[in-house]
């Protein structure tokens, strides 16, 4: 079953519920080791791809997904508006002109968003970011299609890698942004990118689910 760029457009929409539900909680994880803003950030960017939403009509996945990359990085505050809005810009650009996709396409621009995570934040795995959820996520996707599993299946078992992923923060130090001046202090913390990171995936689950239900 393909997944059209309706779908696309859905998830946007829960995941601006879904960050606007869980804005206080990301700001909570956010006071402990950085600004206290990651929450309110994400949502006012969230909404910022809301008010964009009717010039999406009739547009291609990669116009939309690169469109929305642009609302972040104008009005997310912090690193997460470069990081998120470089992400959807990336696997914009690796969906454009896409009406309908496949989950190998799906992986492709997941890794393009991650790469250009990876690139601006000049980061890797096992730094306590917002990579930390991704990377495994997205594995755990390329397994699962190698293994023919379809998309319901590939997101099931990417959302739970990001959760681990997720959880696997708290015991690392910093090594990147405002939690880094912490050093020793910022073990025991959740880091809040990785934590919106990991809604994003449970809300592209969500959405999949729906699709194939």
Do not use: C, W
């Amino acid at each position: 079953m393909p997944i059209t760029t309706e779908k696309v457009k859905e998830f946007l929409q829960r995941a601006a519920e879904v960050l606007k539900e869980n804005k206080e909680y990301l700001t909570e994880l956010d006071s402990a080791i950085g600004d206290a803003d990651h929450g309110i950030n994400m949502d006012r960017g969230f909404q910022a791809i809301m008010a964009k939403f009717p010039t999406f009509e009739g547009k291609d996945a990669g116009t939309i997904l690169k469109s929305a990359g642009m609302a972040l990085v104008s009005t997310v505050g912090g690193a997460g508006g470069p990081l998120y809005g470089t992400a959807f810009m990336q696997a914009g650009i690796a969906l454009q002109g896409k009406y309908e996709f496949t989950l190998e396409d799906l992986v492709k621009a997941l890794e393009a968003a991650l790469k250009g995570i990876m690139n601006i934040g000049k980061s890797k795995p096992g730094e306590k970011t917002m990579i930390d959820a991704i990377s495994p996520a997205i594995e755990a996707m390329r397994k699962a299609l190698a293994n023919g599993s379809d998309p319901v299946r590939a997101l099931e078992e990417a959302t739970q890698a990001a959760e681990e992923g997720m959880k696997a923060t708290i015991p690392m130090i910093a090594q990147k942004g405002r939690a880094s001046y912490l050093g020793e202090r910022s073990i025991g913390h959740q880091d809040p990118g990785a934590t919106s990171s990991y809604l994003l995936f449970r809300t592209m689950l969500e959405v999949a689910k729906e699709q194939q239900g």
